[in-house]
């Protein structure tokens, strides 16, 4: 979402404007779930932190210091409440390694079975098989790339605040993952 | 394609763009970078093997496999009635499970929070029989527990500013207090 698009509409939900606060939750929900889904948490977690995250940003809305940066708060507020998850799944569950965690999440969305219609038999076959490949990337690829399938597509600043990484490190790591989807879909084609 | 063998244990934060093959996606996380105020326009030209092209379906992967469950999008819109200029926010300045280091053996440990909002903090202890909460300095306050943009309780804070819950609070929550005249909100937080 443009930032000056994002600023514009946070001034006018302070100001009141309910249609405004519509377009935010628009614009900028998608990133938010891709931040709490990169951090693969239950179904029933992810829910709550997501509602967190936009219960809050309401609360500060009249308070964010600089308007046109509230996707990169939104990142960053839903990054910190994956992370308190995570350390409450630790500290309740001392055994749990990372591969436990990532079972939780295993359970695909119902509109998978939109997929499974006949008109989009093919074009479902191709999208099935790209989500796979993306899901047996490394931690690092799949978290960023994750993160990056918001719609619209995040800025750098967003996807450095929902990760934690430095701006900069970001393209190049980008390009890697992306490369590596690739030959693996490459070389399933070959085969 | 894939040319870059050399690049072994390539570093995250290599600008370099070789395609590193020293399976650097699967170590820990990136130390938090310094440089996340930079500018975070990170638009870059995709190389031949067309990653951008890449990007886009898998956005497009993401909009059909995942999306925004259509409930969370709505709980965001009405989120936006907990926009309330009037009232003072109480941000949160210590909670146990970040501030604190973990008690050995004791799994279930009260979360401890503590809000404050100018010279007033409101203590709250969340164990599973409820809450239990001290408003500070001692002063009596009407107070509402939050579940969303609809109060799912009422409690008042006596004389001495202490105040109890027989309910657990689920999911995210918050405090609406009133006390002197004067409405104070704590900082949405999931529990």
Same mark, same amino acid.
């Given at each position: 979402? &443009?930032?000056?698009?994002?600023?514009?509409? =946070?001034?006018?939900?302070?100001?009141?404007?309910?249609?405004?606060?519509?377009?935010?939750? #628009?614009?900028?929900?998608?990133? =938010?779930?891709?931040?709490?889904?990169?951090?693969?948490?239950?179904?029933?977690?992810?829910?709550?932190?997501?509602?967190?995250?936009?219960?809050?940003?309401?609360?500060?809305?009249?308070?964010?210091? #600089?308007?046109?940066?509230?996707?990169?708060?939104?990142?960053?507020?839903?990054?910190?409440?994956?992370?308190? =998850?995570?350390?409450?799944?630790?500290?309740?569950?001392?055994?749990?390694?990372?591969?436990?965690? &990532?079972?939780?999440?295993? &359970?695909?969305?119902?509109?998978?079975? $939109?997929?499974?219609?006949?008109?989009?038999?093919?074009?479902?076959?191709?999208?099935?098989?790209?989500?796979?490949?993306? #899901?047996?990337?490394?931690?690092?690829? @799949?978290?960023?790339?994750?993160?990056?399938?918001?719609?619209?597509?995040?800025?750098?600043? #967003? =996807?450095?605040?929902?990760?934690?990484?430095?701006?900069?490190?970001?393209?190049?790591?980008?390009?890697?993952?992306?490369?590596? $989807?690739?030959? @693996?879909?490459?070389?399933?084609?070959?085969? | 394609?894939?040319?870059?063998?050399?690049?072994?244990?390539?570093?995250?934060?290599?600008? !370099?763009?070789?395609?590193?093959?020293?399976?650097?996606?699967?170590?820990?996380?990136?130390?938090?970078?310094?440089?996340?105020?930079?500018?975070?326009?990170?638009?870059?030209?995709?190389?031949?093997?067309?990653?951008?092209?890449?990007?886009?379906?898998?956005?497009?992967?993401?909009?059909?496999?995942?999306?925004?469950?259509?409930?969370?999008?709505?709980?965001?819109?009405?989120?936006?009635?907990?926009?309330?200029? !009037?009232?003072?926010?109480?941000?949160?300045?210590?909670?146990? *499970?970040?501030?604190?280091?973990?008690?050995?053996?004791?799994?279930?440990?009260?979360?401890?929070?503590?809000?404050?909002?100018?010279?007033?903090?409101?203590?709250?202890?969340?164990?599973?029989?409820?809450?239990?909460?001290?408003?500070?300095?001692?002063?009596?306050?009407?107070?509402?527990?939050?579940?969303?943009?609809?109060?799912?309780?009422?409690?008042?804070?006596?004389?001495?500013?202490?105040?109890?819950?027989?309910?657990?609070?689920?999911?995210?929550?918050? *405090?609406?207090?009133?006390?002197?005249?004067?409405?104070?909100?704590?900082?949405?937080?999931?529990?």
């Amino acid at each position: 979402m &443009d930032r000056a698009d994002v600023g514009a509409l =946070v001034q006018s939900a302070v100001d009141g404007d309910a249609a405004a606060w519509k377009a935010l939750v #628009e614009g900028l929900s998608p990133l =938010v779930w891709s931040v709490v889904r990169a951090h693969r948490l239950s179904e029933a977690d992810a829910h709550e932190v997501y509602q967190t995250v936009w219960f809050r940003f309401a609360q500060h809305l009249g308070r964010i210091r #600089e308007p046109d940066k509230a996707g990169a708060w939104l990142a960053s507020t839903a990054r910190n409440e994956c992370l308190k =998850v995570l350390r409450t799944l630790r500290r309740l569950t001392p055994t749990a390694d990372p591969a436990v965690l &990532d079972r939780v999440s295993e &359970d695909r969305t119902p509109e998978e079975s $939109l997929l499974d219609s006949e008109e989009a038999a093919a074009h479902g076959e191709r999208v099935r098989r790209l989500w796979q490949e993306f #899901e047996k990337l490394g931690d690092r690829c @799949r978290r960023l790339l994750r993160v990056l399938m918001a719609s619209p597509p995040p800025s750098y600043q #967003e =996807v450095s605040a929902a990760l934690g990484i430095a701006v900069g490190s970001i393209g190049p790591t980008r390009q890697r993952c992306l490369r590596r $989807l690739r030959a @693996r879909l490459d070389t399933r084609e070959v085969l | 394609m894939s040319g870059g063998c050399e690049g072994h244990g390539v570093p995250f934060d290599d600008w !370099d763009d070789r395609d590193g093959r020293g399976g650097w996606d699967d170590r820990g996380d990136p130390g938090d970078g310094d440089d996340r105020d930079g500018d975070g326009t990170g638009e870059e030209t995709d190389d031949a093997s067309g990653t951008g092209v890449l990007e886009a379906e898998l956005r497009q992967a993401a909009a059909i496999l995942d999306p925004v469950p259509a409930e969370l999008r709505r709980i965001a819109v009405e989120a936006y009635a907990l926009h309330d200029l !009037d009232a003072r926010l109480a941000e949160l300045a210590f909670d146990s *499970l970040q501030d604190a280091s973990p008690v050995r053996g004791a799994d279930d440990t009260p979360r401890m929070l503590t809000f404050r909002a100018g010279e007033v903090t409101v203590d709250v202890e969340v164990t599973e029989q409820g809450l239990i909460g001290q408003v500070l300095p001692p002063r009596p306050a009407r107070i509402e527990v939050l579940g969303g943009p609809h109060a799912v309780a009422a409690l008042t804070a006596d004389d001495r500013g202490r105040f109890t819950g027989d309910t657990p609070p689920a999911g995210p929550f918050a *405090l609406r207090l009133r006390t002197g005249g004067e409405v104070i909100v704590t900082e949405w937080l999931r529990v």
